[in-house]
């Protein structure tokens, strides 16, 4: 039977309207997954095309972060950056990765005023990028310095012996592959590693003096390890003020930064590090458990933090339950 018109023109509207319902469903989805995207992919808005001061925060065990340099140096490229504050809560970590970060916030230093905020704690490797800034500012309580490099290593000799296993090994010269956990440390293998840690240690004394106005025998004096409170830092000329976010902008202000611009924090692209990716999980299975902390406390108990630090360390770690920690 022929349709009637009525139904003809009735049929077409009804096409019409499912059609751009569709468009707009598809519209719709699209922005969702660009925003999603966006969101986890790409920094949290930084300017929207804006004049801004950007903020990068370098948090827990320092390593050689390919995403954290790849940041400060799209940071240094950006015009519409005006200053930058660099927000430290560190105990340090790799020799490597702190140079690498050093160097990398010298190349924005060149081009942007960078001044650092110290939080709870800047020590070692996180000193090292500190004093990379132009300005460190600390809070009265803050925990700053610990200037110095180790290496440590486990002897299972002992556990070996309970075990039954015994090791064999044929090699080329006999400080290949040396210090072992799996035999006893020679004198002349201590020497080798020693050499090292003392040439490390020489080098970061060097940075310190380059950038603080302190110099070398002062620099010397203060390199034994020692851990000052902010107060402490300022007499000693570790930092330069104190006080908090307030007293960056302070700084940035005094070197033609307008202050009134917003304060844009600049945050990873991607998890990149294992460590990071191990303590974002391990985080997510403490929130879990009700235990908080944010991945930090569950990783100190199976001392990952340690077993995922290879080469130099330049690391200060407080004892659990020290006095001041949460």
Known sequence: M?????????????????????????????????????????????????????????????????ELLDRLERIAETDRVKGVILAIDSPGGTTAGGEAIFEAVRRLAEKKPVVAQV?????????????????????????????????????????????????????????????????????EERAMIRAMILDSYDWFVGLVTERRPLSRAETERLADGSVFTGRQALERKLVDALGGEEAALAWLKSNGVDTELDVIEWKPKRTTSPYLLIKSLVGGAEDGLGLGKGGTALLRALGAERLLLDGLVSLWQPAEGAAGEQ
Do not use: C
Not at 6 to 11: P, V
């Open 119 to 187: 939080g709870t704690l800047a020590a070692s490797a996180g000193y090292m990028i500190a004093s990379a800034s132009d300005h460190i500012v600390a809070r009265k309580s803050s925990i700053v310095g610990s200037i110095g490099v180790l290496v440590q290593f486990p002897d299972l000799t002992g556990l070996m012996d309970k075990v039954g296993i015994k090791l064999e090994e044929i090699k080329s010269s006999p400080l290949k592959a040396e210090p072992s956990p799996f035999n006893p440390t020679t004198e």
């Open 2 to 66: 022929a349709l009637r018109a009525d139904d003809l023109i009735d049929r077409r509207r009804l096409r019409r309207k499912l059609t751009f319902w569709r468009v707009v469903a598809l519209v719709v989805a699209a922005l969702a997954i660009a925003a999603y995207g966006f969101r986890l992919f790409g920094d949290s808005l930084p300017g929207s095309g804006s004049d801004q001061i950007a903020k990068v925060r370098i948090e827990g065990t320092i390593t050689e972060d390919e």
